[in-house]
């Protein structure tokens, strides 16, 4: 394992409870000789606590090991600044949920120093890729960690589609809209639509409608490898919107 020298630091400072975690965390590497670096937006909230300002891009291209501080939203915001590279990250919790953030406060320098001598378990989690056709045959491409989601954006409104894996139809559907989630994101959205929490070691993706208005309509298990296609059965107003992680990448309308 190539020897860590610059860790950078990402959360919601604005909380004064994360805000101290950062600062002692920031002095705590400091005292190890390591570069620290934080997000250029967080620099009001954080004066004087040693680290380098820096864009999104500067932070993801040089952070050797990112240590996110608050919940699971943070670690996922997190995740989409390193996609596509090798680097590690680590969660604090200081948010509501912990499923990925499981290192408490109290266990937050032993666990970095841990990870910084090499002495934790490395454990790679897949990463979902969405590809959306647009009006006009634009495609907009957005990577999760936990989920990609359809759903309808007009509340009260049911939408109407279809799903289709590896080009074969499979169900036609009725309702809010669809979440599709790897196994590390099975127990986040998917869990509350039914689905089932799946070992994070598993090589699966679960496809759970949401609010089905059907008693038929049962989340399924599908190889990670599949592609799954999702297509609006075209109605007036039918329209809905895709997220990555809760990241909005665009509507989809119907062909």
């Given at each position: 394992m190539t020897a860590i020298r610059c860790c950078a630091l990402v959360s919601r400072f604005a909380d004064l409870r994360v805000a101290e975690s950062a600062a002692?965390?920031?002095e705590h590497l400091g005292r190890r000789g390591l570069e620290v670096i934080a997000l250029a937006e967080e620099a009001s909230r954080l004066p004087g606590i040693g680290a380098?300002?820096?864009?999104?891009q500067e932070l993801g291209e040089r952070a050797q090991l990112v240590i996110a501080i608050g919940g699971d939203g943070t670690l996922l915001y997190a995740a989409r600044l390193v996609a596509g590279r090798s680097t590690p990250l680590l969660g604090v919790n200081r948010g509501r949920l912990g499923f990925l953030t499981d290192v408490?406060?109290?266990?937050?320098l032993s666990s970095v120093d841990?990870?910084?001598?090499?002495?934790?378990?490395?454990?790679e989690r897949p990463?979902?890729?969405?590809?959306?056709?647009?009006?006009?045959?634009?495609?907009l491409a957005g990577l999760a960690l936990n989920d990609i989601v359809l759903q309808t954006h007009r509340s009260g409104h049911l939408i109407d589609f279809e799903t289709w894996i590896n080009g074969r139809f499979v169900n036609s559907h009725g309702g809010d809209g669809l979440v599709v989630a790897s196994a590390t994101g099975s127990t986040a959205y998917a869990l509350s639509c039914g689905g089932p929490i799946v070992e994070p070691g598993l090589d699966v993706v679960v496809v759970a409608p949401i609010c089905p208005h059907t008693l038929s309509d049962r989340p399924i298990l599908v190889s990670a490898t599949s592609i799954i296609e999702v297509r609006l059965?075209?109605?007036?107003?039918?329209t809905a919107e895709v997220a990555c992680d809760g990241r909005v990448l665009g509507k989809l309308n119907s062909r």
């Open positions: 002692v965390l920031a380098q300002f820096v864009s999104e408490m406060p109290e266990d937050m841990a990870a910084l001598e090499g002495q934790c378990q490395r454990d990463l979902l890729i969405a590809e959306l056709v647009v009006q006009g045959g634009e495609k059965i075209d109605r007036p107003d039918s």
